[in-house]
């Protein structure tokens, strides 16, 4: 697509969306993504050579090859939503090959999943698309539910296969967050011993405390970037974190220490379009990710009724805010498969396209 072709898709807010100037936090401070990248920001750090090589192998494959941005394929939803209630729409994805088949049809830099899905089909494919392997995971079919992420693989296990990186998820916020922290840095330390790149879900989870009055404040970009904040301080080398729709959640539910110049200068909301709000927003994120020294990567969401007019414009935001690219699953593989891969391209074009700049 080009930008005309974008800027139809986003109807009367394309202006606000591609238009907009970040006032909070100037793109002159960022470390912008770019083919570059590898070279000029990320060898500066101490991670070793396996590990620029393995960053460098998802950076040059798929249609985002050598622009510095990434599209991942995350299905580790078998397990987090439970199988039958995420692949009942679209049940060719009970089958991990499938899974495999949509990322590189698609044109995705990376497909990230679960030990059973990769390990089933590592001998074959990890070295034709980089794997990453999601060693922990919440599930649901305990009773009563409870939000906690376990460990369900090893980082030997994801090295042994040939993977590219591993991923886990922190459900910052929960009662058990902190041992998650613990589990997670150990976790990803190793895994850059052995070459591997560690990508961080940097989620809020807190149901008790983090809703009040019927709003819910698991999104509220000043809570996020925290998160993202911490993500980068134990080692992550890419953060996945949810595109923010509401801010103030640290005033509101009265916790933890923020400062009002955060909501008046750095992530304003007075007098800007829901667009322009949202990039502001984003570009907070990014600069909680050490000023994009550390990739921020939105999720796609769920799956709905205008899922390209949605993933178009989470990609703009994070495109525009600095980030590094989508990681986008219910979207695609609760459609068909042709379906999927158009959802798919059509956030890659976003990314290709070279009139969409920094906000």
């Known amino acids: 697509m080009n930008i005309d072709e974008i800027r139809k898709i986003l109807g009367n807010e394309a202006s606000a969306y591609l238009d907009h100037t970040c006032k909070g936090i ?10 570059d990248f590898i070279d000029r920001v ?7 050579n396996r590990v620029l090589g393995n960053m460098e192998w998802m950076f040059q494959t798929g249609r985002l090859a050598n622009t510095g941005y990434l599209s991942i394929l995350p299905v580790d939803h078998g397990v987090e939503h439970g199988a039958g209630a995420d692949f009942a729409d679209n049940p060719i994805y009970f089958d991990p090959k499938k899974i495999i088949e949509l990322a590189m049809k698609g044109g995705c830099s990376a497909v990230a999943s679960t030990l059973g899905v990769l390990s089933s089909l590592a001998r074959r494919y990890a070295r034709k698309i980089p794997f990453i392997l999601k060693i922990n995971h919440n599930e649901l079919l305990s009773k009563p539910n409870f939000y906690d992420q376990t460990l369900f693989a090893s980082v030997d296990q994801a090295y042994a296969m040939g993977a590219a990186g591993v991923g886990a998820t922190i459900y910052f916020g929960s009662q058990e967050s902190r041992r998650q922290i613990l589990e997670i840095s150990e976790a990803f330390n190793y895994a850059h011993e052995l070459g591997l790149v560690a990508v961080l879900w940097a ?11 019927g709003m819910d404040y698991h999104d509220s970009n000043d809570m996020c970037s925290q998160a993202d904040h911490l993500g980068a301080t134990i080692g992550a080398d890419i953060i996945k974190q949810k595109i923010s729709t509401k801010n103030g959640g640290f005033k509101v539910l009265n916790f933890g220490k923020t400062n009002k110049l955060v909501y008046e200068k750095l992530a304003p909301t007075e007098g800007l379009s829901e667009g322009s709000k949202l990039l502001e927003w984003n570009r907070f994120q990014v600069a909680n990710c050490y000023m994009g020294r550390v990739g921020l990567i939105n999720s796609g969401g769920p799956s709905g009724d205008n899922d390209i007019q949605d993933a178009v414009k989470a990609a703009v935001i994070n495109k525009r805010a600095g980030g590094w690219g989508l990681i986008m699953g219910r979207k695609a593989f609760q459609r068909s498969m042709d379906e999927g891969i158009k959802i798919i391209h059509a956030v890659q074009d976003v990314y290709l396209c070279k009139d969409i700049i920094l906000a």
């Not at 100037?26 to 083919?35: C, E, M, Q, R, W």
């Not at 989620?203 to 009055?213: A, C, G």
């Open 26 to 35: 100037s793109k002159d401070n960022l470390y912008a993504p770019g083919p």
């Open 42 to 48: 990320m060898e500066q750090s101490d991670r070793n």
């Open 203 to 213: 989620y809020l989870r807190n149901p008790d405390e983090f809703v009040k009055d």
